[in-house]
């Protein structure tokens, strides 16, 4: 945008008029932005004030009474740590992995490289019905139904294959000769991506850890189905379960969603700049 | 201080091999030169010699030890590389102490190398600075000085020079030669640019096709090339190359006009043969040869002609001004005692004395 401003004014504007540009934009985060505002604006209305027809749009008497009933009287927050705990650790180590695959993939030259470039997709293809089955016995036989290392490690499975592609094709945009350069100076294999392509490759690294991240932290099927005890529920699980048969408590569901969103909220602010550039970066050069 | 030595050195990716065993000894303090057209394998044989290339067959030495199958940071080496490679997240001082870092020295002695060579290429104000924030030449400078800051046994140049501009590349192209004259250490220098050879070298290797065409000083090339490739390669403009034979101590070439031999090589009547005679060679003499002019390139302090002379199109580079236009005839001999002979088969010199 700056680049934009800072042109010479001689420039002729080129596309659209500027108002219908503004007009686009604006409708366009309005739509975005719709369902987090009403989240928020219903998770401060009293219950009574979230069924009226036509809807409220500023409650007359907000409260944080929905926020108290999340907080102290629900298990979001043992399920809002559980989300952490099973997050940053299969984050972490999907990002470990990819980066030493990825490493290997961009560049050695090894026999079936192409094959096990593909079979590391294959499991991408895979819907999730399918696997669901076979990864639930593989769990019960390994014992990990119902702990967090067997969440960890379904995620990481889940989120390792787009992240060793995503680093690949980063990695392979970092010159060649700069490694060599390294290793003239003295260093090893492993001086060289630690010293050289990891500080270089920033943005893809924040762009895998973002895009595992909220991958993880929002995921609900496996969760669901290999996390039936409290102690390991995860957080869209507890959003869940404040619908019951006859009754869905939508205060309560909407207060923690606004708990489990901002997380990602942080996340995604703190990194902005990097992650875009990473996503640029792997577009254009990958 | 070291020198190297390569024996029969040969390079193979799978069947095809790009190398076909080349031998340079290299004494210690010297600058060679590889010199060759893209593809001649002399950046591949740099690379064997930094280590970044495993050595297929023959063998490598440095400093009398045989480094076949050492990595490079044991060889004792530093390389400038063609695109410079500095670490970009890393400032101009960091990339200059970046190998005394890896070897662990101090950092007071880091810092004390590295100003050393940071004020011998006049970088010591830019020491803070990423290599972003610097020119062309300067990134060039980085990266010498990057290699002079381990003080090693060898430096390696692959063409550090062809990414910059004309005027930039005659200015590094002292700095270079300065630098070595202070330093004396042993070079070795990868170009294809011919003129680079012709002033930075001691000593010139010229490779063709995986193979060493001739080894020797640039006037010993220039004056006696071995074959008609290095005689094509070296000079600029390039040497012209007649095709015909010999007849009666004299040339006769293929339109059946005669140039006469200053000496007379007995016994090789009606050998086919290619005569070579260097533009800047040439004389205008009324008893000369007529030549047709094609076109005249006057450059000021000399003058490039384009002509017909015996049925081919040669150059001429003359110290005289030439008024004669296109299409008019010119009288030139070539200069006593700097016709050189190739056999028309095997493209060798004609040895004569």
Redesign the interface.
Known sequence: MSAVAAAPSKLKRTGLPVPLIIIGSVLLVFVCLFPFWWMGLSSIKTLRELYTIPPIWWPSMPTLDNYRKVLFESNIPRYFLNSVVVSVGSTGLALILAIFASYGFARFNFRGKPLLQSFVLVGQLLPTAAIIVPLFITLRVLGLVNTYWGLILVYMILTLPLSVWMLTSYFKAI?V??E????????SRI?CLFR?TL??SIPGLVSVLVYAFVTTWNEFIFALCFATDSSVKTLPIGLAEFSTEFNTDWGAVMAASVVMTLPIAILFLSMQRLFVGGMTAGATKG | MGSVSIRDARKAYGNVEILHGVSIDIADGEFVVLVGPSGCGKSTLLRMLAGLEEISGGEIAIDGKVVNSLPPKERDIAMVFQSYALYPHMTVGQNMGFSLKLARAPKDEIKRRVAVAAQMLSLDPYLDRYPRQLSGGQRQRVAMGRAMVRDPKVFLFDEPLSNLDAKLRVQMRSEIKQNHQRLSTTTVYVTHDQIEAMTMADRIVVMHDGIVEQIGTPLELYDFPDNLFVAAFIGSPSMNILGGKLQAGSFIAADGSAIPLPFAPTGMDGRVVSMGIRPEHFVLDPQGLSAQIITVEPTGSETQVAMRLAGHDVVGVFRERITARPGEHIQVRPEQGRIHLFDGETGKRIKHS
């Open positions: 010159p000769e700069l060599e350069a390294a290793i003239i100076d003295g260093a001086g050289i500080p270089l």
